[in-house]
């Protein structure tokens, strides 16, 4: 969601009118309550052979997954027929995309860079409810570095499932090339989102507000370098919560702080 909102603000110079805006905030959660539903829903039985997640399938029943499923797809849909036609034609394939990724780990190691495209979209969505075309490679630039960050984090993420994906014949990044390999490509991958974001600002136009924050969410990624060694958990839930929130603050506080 900061991500979205970051590019609509850019999109539209400052806050947009209350129908855009209250449009990209329904889309934004329907698309991610369809997205978690759906991934819950795929992965049902498979999570309840996983000792780390075996209680969600008890914390609903499927048919309220479902329910909540389609929930999520009606408000991306209905929210993008708020803003305009090319939003419109394009919410199907955004439903697509941010569920596809629930099914590629059983076909593809990389299915860490398919999650990682599902939420690069939102710039890219953010910018589209705006403007209403692609006119520009500021959010694409955004959506990259978001890509990047998002497919660097969950490689750290899924390593603690490392030994059941391998049992299980699933093909996670780490399941295929080991822990250090893994570290290693998200170490990568972090360093190439800082750079994005930092050609974000420049190609946005933003001056040393932003560049004080990116300083800050380059800090942060190297301080969660450090955790994965040791505190995956802190690197996971704490530092990635920081890098979306120091963005968007970076954005608001260029846009409204001159």
Known sequence: MPFG????????????????????????VGARTAAMSFNRLADWEIDRRNPRTATRSELVSKAVGWVTMVGGVVLLVGGAYCLNPLCLVLSPVAVGIVCFYSLTKRFTWASHGFLGLALGT????GWLAVRGRFDSWTPIILGLAVGLWVAGFDLVYSLQDRKFDEGEGLKS?????GEEVSLRMARGLHIMAAGLLGMFGWVAGFGWR???????VVGVLGVETVWTKSQRQKAF???NA??????????VWEIFGR
């Open 122 to 125: 939102a710039p890219v969505g």
């Open 210 to 216: 932003y560049g004080m924050i990116w300083l800050a």
């Open 242 to 251: 920081m890098v979306s929130l120091l963005v968007f603050m970076g954005v």
């Open 5 to 28: 909102l970051s590019a609509m603000l850019v999109a539209a110079h400052g806050i947009p009118e209350l129908r855009v805006a209250g449009a990209v905030l329904v889309c934004l």
């Open 173 to 177: 990044f780490p399941a295929k090339f």
């Open 237 to 239: 839930f704490q530092a």
